[in-house]
């Protein structure tokens, strides 16, 4: 709840420091594992003057939780415990993003065979921090990520949307059906852009240093498969990574 507010308080700030109106975030229950919520959303009224204030409201909202997700994660795994694992055990299994698997052989160093990481729930919470704010910086539509690339493309960024689709697509069909629902979702609603009211003013060198310091956060946060599969016995033993 906390990484999820920091990402739409970023957009929330951003927005009223332009000008533009938005609500404060509205949380979306979920009373099923293994989120529990289905995120949180604001909604944003009136037109986007410039390239430059889409941007700023665009990478707010990931690079705060981003930024948020960090503690979580270092506290969390520092509170994990690592244990032997049989095919008999049930656990929810996760994929690993970038910097889990890097702060991972900083703090605790390599698993040995056999044994996995039992996530605290402090390291999951980060790990789902992780997981919303990739999701959020996909290059395609109204995500995150489509506003920053629209931002610095323009009307260009049409063509980095449907490239994006299409990697997406082919991860779906040869690697993980899991992405299946949100390739249709974005289909049908995310392949169009609103134009801001100028979109002649371009962005700055420290806005476009900042596109590249986001692509970084978004290589980071994705995984491939982030959840490779569940096995099932009588006991539990958590949520390893």
């Not at 960090?70 to 520092?78: D, Y």
């Not at 040995?112 to 997981?131: I, K, N, Q, R, T």
Request: hydrophobic fraction near 50%.
């Amino acid at each position: 709840m906390s990484i999820l507010l920091a990402h739409e308080m970023g957009h929330y700030f951003m927005s009223r420091k332009y000008g533009v109106p938005a609500t404060l975030p509205y949380f979306i229950p979920l009373p099923f594992p293994p989120f529990g919520t289905l995120g949180a959303i604001i909604k944003m009224k009136g037109i986007i003057i410039n390239k430059k204030a889409l941007f700023d409201i665009g990478i707010a909202g990931p690079l705060s939780g981003f930024i948020v997700s960090i503690p979580f994660i270092i506290l969390g795994i520092k509170m994990s415990t690592i244990q032997f694992v049989t095919s008999e055990m049930a656990y929810l299994r996760l994929g690993d993003p970038l910097l889990f698997k890097i702060l991972q052989k900083i703090l605790i160093g390599s698993i040995p065979e056999g044994y996995d990481l039992s996530l605290h729930p402090l390291a999951y919470a980060g790990w789902v921090g992780l997981f919303v704010t990739a999701l959020n910086l996909l290059p395609i539509g109204q995500l995150d990520g489509g506003h920053i690339v629209y931002a610095v493309f323009g009307n260009k960024s049409k063509w980095i949307f449907a490239f994006s689709i299409c990697l997406l697509a082919i991860l779906t069909i040869f690697y993980n059906p899991g992405w299946l629902l949100l390739v249709i979702l974005l289909l049908i609603f995310g392949m169009r852009h609103p134009e801001p009211f100028d979109m002649e003013t371009e962005l700055d060198s420290k806005r476009k240093l900042f596109a590249l310091i986001i692509l970084l956060v978004f290589l980071l946060s994705f995984t491939v498969s982030p959840f490779p599969g569940l096995t099932i016995t009588n006991e539990n033993t958590g949520i390893p990574v």
